[in-house]
């Protein structure tokens, strides 16, 4: 039986509040995470003419629009955009259940990291539901390409990332970022790192009404030939550990946490929803398995393993 850590289904164990701006929209944002039951998973409320607003799960069926964010929709008006460094977040640091109450179509960017997240999460606590949680194991290997752009997920007892980006400029190259994820790597390796954007491409998004919220607060700006903002990069390879980052957080539309090697090359948000529709349009590429309720051995160690379950029958 496969042995691995996290037994028990969580959630946030206080109200988190947030306010900023959407980098897309330009408007302000706010955002409220409050504590779920378990099994509820992730979801989203937000505004319509209904007084209670509408929910939105986190869920790649759900994706309408993968044009340099990721944006859920209902299919009648109802979307939230930018949900990524969010959602990278939330499953970086293995909360799995959480109600989030938004006032704008947008998730504020903040810092253009997952580290404003990070930090208000653990300020808050996670607690401990007794409910075992729930994983996707991936079962055999699933390949999905566009262009020179390609993604693999292969079977692995854990959640590995092995990210490749190659940009034709001196200031980024080619860069590849390779992270077994949990908690603390996440933290250290992945959270900080922050969206990146081209100079030479400002007004061509201006006009397509995107990047109206962007600034050196919030992006790192690239020239012709070199990093605009004051303080530079975070890290020398920061833009390959937000190709990653942003990873983390689209695959958490997969519904619980995957079990799998991920590998991708010059991807992003579209190559990362495609490569989830096709490990869910194969049956026979992954089954939905529950960790074991932990037992207490005589030397007070945790016995953690994981069971085939039938939660996620529904994925076909």
Known sequence: MVQIAGARQTTIANDIELTGTGVHTGAPA??????????????????????????LSADYRAVSNTTLCTVLSNGNGSAVATVEHLLAALRGLNVDNVLIEIDSGEVPILDGSAKPFVDAIDE?????????RRFIRVLKPVAVSDGDSWAEIHPHDGFHLDVEIDFDTPVIG?????????PSSFRR???????FGFMSDVEKLWAAGLALGASLENTVAIGEDR?????GTRFPDEFVRHKA??????LALSGAPLLCA?????????????????LFADRAAWEAVEAARPVETGHGELNVGLAAASYAADRT
């Open 30 to 55: 706010a955002i409220a995470l409050y504590p779920a039951e378990a099994d509820s998973g992730i979801r989203f409320i937000v505004p319509s003419g209904a007084r209670d607003g509408v929910v």
């Open 124 to 132: 808050a606590g996670i607690h401990e539901l007794d409910r075992s």
């Open 174 to 182: 080619r860069q590849r970022m390779r992270i077994e994820v949990t």
């Open 189 to 195: 390796e992945l959270a900080r790192a922050r969206t």
């Open 227 to 231: 990093i605009v903002n004051q303080e």
């Open 245 to 250: 980052l942003d990873a983390v957080g689209d």
């Open 262 to 278: 991920y590998r991708s090359s010059r991807g992003g948000h579209k190559l990362n929803h495609r490569a989830l529709e096709a």
